[in-house]
């Protein structure tokens, strides 16, 4: 997979192209996808998804932008396992925000991405003031649009939104069923405080570059990224019986039966079930007494998941 960090960048062959920002990249993006991959064997064609960094709602409303899925990185690494040839992850900004709609698809979409087919959403605007809408698309001498249906599970519109819902209120399973796969979270293991460690838990202490975390609490979880998945228990927040709380939140993982040192190691942690809430404990002891009752209820529900 080819990845520009910019329209001006591609010099591209013929191509079909999708258009979104793909956060989570739900069954919903999927569908697109596979309707991409369709096209392009039809027509003989490259694929290509183009995506905007940061998303649009961030640049315009930095205060009350959802808070994110997937990092640039995790999105990446996700359309590289779907094969998609080319990826442009185009700056949103100042400029590229002020285009019109015309000049998007007569210039971005029909000469700088060389598109012969374009494939949205039902609910898909572009350019400046999101003046333009599907009939504009089609009415293009360049190439061919079409638009795909809403995606739905039992009635409700499967989107990055009910992605974030099912994962606020801790129903991992819906969010699963909603994405296809677990939710997770990938990044670097980095150095921290080493407290888990001398309350006899030591953690894996994940680095999040999203804006903020889809959900907090404290979660049955897997680790991949090492020789085998790991399971664990992992703590998402503020920690606020660790010196008052932390003003930033963090992922820590403690995995199982594991002792070694994997600083900078690349890790992707699967949510797989909510244990419950954050608390704020009276002291270290008790703290490592629901430590030690979560690490048992994490055992217990992966023997119930396997029988």
Request: hydrophobic share 40%.
């Amino acid at each position: 997979m080819h990845v520009f960090r910019s329209v001006s960048d591609a010099h591209l062959p013929p191509t079909a192209i999708t258009i979104g920002n793909f956060d989570g990249l739900h069954a919903g993006h999927e569908a697109m996808l596979s309707e991409l991959k369709s096209v392009a064997r039809q027509h003989g064609l490259k694929t290509c998804v183009l995506t905007f960094e940061p998303h649009p709602r961030e640049f315009f409303t930095p205060d009350a932008a959802p808070a994110r899925l997937t990092s640039l990185r995790e999105k990446l690494e996700l359309l590289k396992s779907r094969d998609i040839d080319y990826v442009i992850v185009q700056r949103f900004n100042r400029v590229f925000s002020s285009l019109s709609a015309l000049d998007f698809r007569d210039q971005i979409l029909a000469k700088d991405l060389n598109a012969r087919h374009v494939i949205v959403g039902d609910d898909f605007c572009f350019g400046a003031k999101r003046a333009g809408d599907f009939a504009l698309l089609q009415g293009s001498p360049d190439f061919s649009a079409c638009s795909l249906a809403t995606v739905a599970d039992q009635g409700t519109r499967i989107s990055s939104t009910a992605v974030r819902n099912a994962l606020a209120a801790g129903d991992m399973d819906l969010a699963m069923s909603y994405l296809g796969r677990p939710y997770s979270i990938a990044g670097r293991v980095v150095d921290g405080d080493k407290i888990g460690r001398t309350l006899g838990f030591p953690t894996a202490n994940i680095q999040i570059k999203h804006n903020r975390p889809p959900l907090f609490g404290i979660f049955v979880v897997e680790v991949h990224g090492l020789e085998k998945p790991y399971q664990g228990v992992a703590s998402l927040g503020f920690r606020p019986t660790i010196h008052g709380g932390d003003a930033h939140p963090k992922l820590e993982a403690h995995l199982f039966d594991f002792k070694r040192q994997i600083y900078r190691q690349h890790l992707r942690v699967d949510f797989l079930h909510k244990l419950r809430d954050e608390e704020k404990y009276i002291d270290l002891p008790t703290l490592v007494k629901q430590i030690e009752k979560d690490c048992q209820n994490a055992r217990d529900w992966f023997a119930q998941q396997s029988q």
